[in-house]
């Protein structure tokens, strides 16, 4: 059984720019959410999905944003990227009901330069 | 959302049992505790939740007393690969968007086990 799968693993993009990543989750799981990791902090929420819509999000602008798509995989998005915005970016998929039990994915590793 | 806090840094030897506490004073009746576990350059990974008394599982155990305003996370006999970042959360499942629970991390408490 795979677990949660984010692509790419890493991305280096000028600041700017805008940034695409993905992330399939756990097989059965249909919650997918979104974390931005800073070196040496702990995962920031950004926002979840649930049923193709937002359910939930963070304090992030409105430059961070997000999809799901009918088979439960998720996108997120970065528009006008700074350079503060390089981090790890971390998804989670959990069943809706088992609030407290995410699967992370390794992450993708965002440099902006 | 409940504030913890929980010590920045623990060493232990191996085979010894660790002890984390975290504190958590205006935890709600309704908040749940739960910890992750991350390892460098790798996502969190889910340990262990409760409510309150105790509770086990085959990595850890989860103590919560009676008053819940903090809790104790025991890892027996510790190995080198228990080295990570160990995180406490409280997670209230009432409220505004109930059913989608977001996880707030803090910087949690860095384990090194030494040889």
């Known amino acids: 059984d795979a677990g949660v799968t984010q692509s790419p693993t890493h991305l280096i993009k000028t600041r700017g720019q805008q940034v695409t990543l993905r992330c399939s989750p756990k097989?059965?799981?249909?919650?997918v959410s979104w974390y931005q990791q800073a070196l040496g902090q702990g995962p920031q929420f950004i926002f979840q999905y649930y049923e193709e819509e937002e359910r939930q999000r963070g304090n992030f602008p409105d430059r961070f944003s997000g999809h799901q798509f009918p088979n439960y995989s998720s996108e997120l998005n970065v528009n006008a990227l700074l350079l503060g915005d390089s981090a790890l970016y971390l998804c989670a998929s959990s069943l809706s009901g088992r609030f407290y039990e995410q699967y992370f994915g390794p992450g993708t590793r965002l440099t902006v330069t | 959302l409940a504030k913890t806090t929980q010590p920045i840094s623990m060493d232990s030897y191996e085979g010894q049992e660790v002890n984390i506490t975290c504190s958590h004073n205006?935890?709600?009746?309704?908040?749940?505790i739960t910890w992750y576990q991350q390892f460098p350059s790798q996502g969190p990974r889910f340990i262990i939740q409760g409510y309150k008394t105790k509770v086990t599982n085959e990595v850890a155990s989860l103590f919560i007393p009676a008053d819940r305003k903090s809790s104790t996370l025991s890892l027996p006999r510790v190995s080198l690969s228990d080295t990570a970042v160990y995180y406490c959360?409280?997670?209230?499942?009432w409220g505004p968007g109930a059913g989608s629970y977001q996880l707030t991390f803090g910087k949690g408490t860095k384990l090194s086990v030494i040889p």
């Open positions: 959360l409280v997670l209230s499942p």
């Open positions: 097989s059965g799981h249909d919650t």
């Open positions: 205006n935890i709600a009746t309704n908040d749940y």
